[in-house]
């Protein structure tokens, strides 16, 4: 009996079953991330204590946000454009797609390279940073832009091999926790942490470049069979793809400007300890936060998958099964932070940082409401419809700022932590209402 479920999960086409099939394989990394993250975390805090961490993570955070602005994302207009070319058995048509990929991905990290080699020394003059911070933000920064690794994972997704995407996701929290562990036992400074960051992107991006290029003479290899009988797609337009991607990118960009600028501006406004305690709850909420892309991006290539087919009921269908299924781990995730968030920062991190709970507490539930609406985006995405959701993410970001400004001066990072939740409440409400609209679009005369 258990060999037979086994070789039904295995060969199983329904889609439900595909998007949990290829999460597993997100899990395996995405759990060694969560679980090897709370050890390097506890490293990392205990090192440098509660400002000098509160100053190691401004610095990830603007480096990062640099990287948004310039570092192009590509994996999903690879998955949009490519999956249907090798559905319908164009191979150079996906290696088009993917060289189109690669080269803007590459170039946009290039260019930032060279503004942040120019402009930041005048901009830390001007701005009063210590050569401290500087130089760490630049060292980081750079090795992270040098890290091409979202077009990879794009060839990976379409391709189906979540397994292997999986391998090379895992590199990033191993290397950090073998790097902390060196610095521990030698000299744990933050540059020396700064640099661990960086390379264990650069060795992630390697790793994902050599799993490419061993499958690189059959692209379509993990593709199921049936799927090769599917109609030739067209080549998408130059202008199609950079529109797609445009939206794609600026949506990123506003989700990662949401979870590092509140850091920023909390250690502007208030100091480094509060940037410090806020970015430790943070880091603990996004646990259930990885548990989201575990699920968000099979989604995301299952919809787009679908959506090509023109198969909307099946696509309706697995809507609505990952949104309930979706609200069931969230409400269990977040007793979970409840109950044991208290003693775990406690354990990880020591007394000190025991002021971190309340604003765990606020920021998981922004976390579960994000999670609870983990395929509303994609499915707004898949649709031909990423513009829509950029503009949802962009009113979703100012009414945040709209928040920050009023809650901030007078409740610190507590107030952050409320403005966190609010928002994320509002941006998941227009996300629920856009989907549900979409949805009535594509199956008139049916209900949801």
């Not at 090795?143 to 292997?164: H, M, N």
């Amino acid at each position: 009996m258990a060999r037979n479920f086994l070789n039904s999960w295995k060969t199983s086409e329904d889609s439900l079953v595909r998007v949990f099939r290829n999460s597993a394989w997100l899990f395996s990394s995405k759990g060694v991330s969560a679980i090897l993250s709370l050890f390097y975390l506890a490293v990392v805090t205990r090192s440098l204590g509660v400002a000098g961490f509160g100053t190691f993570i401004l610095i990830v955070s603007t480096g990062q946000i640099v990287a948004a602005f310039f570092r192009v994302q590509t994996w999903q207009a690879i998955v949009q454009f490519g999956t249907p070319l090798l559905i319908g058995g164009d191979r150079n048509g996906f290696r088009r797609i993917a060289r189109r990929g690669f080269f803007v991905e590459a170039g946009g990290g290039l260019l930032a390279c060279v503004l942040m080699w120019f402009l930041l020394p005048p901009l830390a003059r001007q701005f009063g940073l210590e050569p401290d911070i500087q130089s760490g933000l630049l060292t980081y920064t750079l090795i992270l832009l040098f890290a091409v690794r979202s077009t990879p994972t794009g060839i990976l997704r379409a391709q189906d091999r979540f397994r292997d995407g999986a391998i090379g996701d895992v590199a990033i929290p191993v290397v950090r926790m073998a790097g902390a562990i060196v610095l521990v036992l030698t000299a744990p400074t933050m540059m020396g942490f700064l640099i661990v960051w960086g390379v264990s992107e650069l060795v992630c991006a390697l790793i994902l470049w050599l799993l490419v290029w061993r499958r690189g003479s059959n692209p379509d290899g993990h593709l199921p069979a049936q799927l090769s009988q599917q109609p030739a797609a067209e080549m998408p337009t130059r202008s199609l793809f950079f529109r797609f991607l445009l939206a794609t990118n600026l949506s990123h960009l506003l989700n990662v400007i949401r979870e590092r600028f509140v850091v920023i501006i909390v250690g502007l406004f208030v100091g480094a300890v509060a940037a410090g305690l806020f970015r430790l709850a943070d880091q603990l909420a996004n646990s259930i936060n990885r548990l989201t892309e575990i699920f968000a991006r099979p989604i995301f290539a299952e919809l787009s998958r679908l959506y090509g087919q023109k198969n909307f009921d099946d696509l309706s269908r697995l809507f609505f099964r990952s949104l309930r299924i979706s609200a069931i781990a969230g409400i269990s995730m977040f007793l979970v932070l409840v109950l044991l968030g208290q003693p775990l920062i406690h354990l990880m991190s020591g007394s000190e940082y025991l002021a971190a709970y309340p604003l765990l507490l606020l920021l998981a539930a922004a976390t579960i409401i994000n999670l609870v609406g983990v395929g509303l985006e994609p499915l707004i995405q898949a649709s031909d419809r990423a513009g829509a959701a950029f503009l949802l993410r962009l009113f979703s970001l100012l009414v945040l700022l709209g928040l920050l400004a009023v809650l901030l001066p007078g409740y610190a990072a507590t107030g952050a932590a409320v403005a966190m939740l609010l928002s994320s409440a509002l941006g998941a409400a227009m996300l629920l209402w856009t989907s549900w609209t979409l949805l009535k679009e594509i199956r008139p005369g049916q209900s949801a």
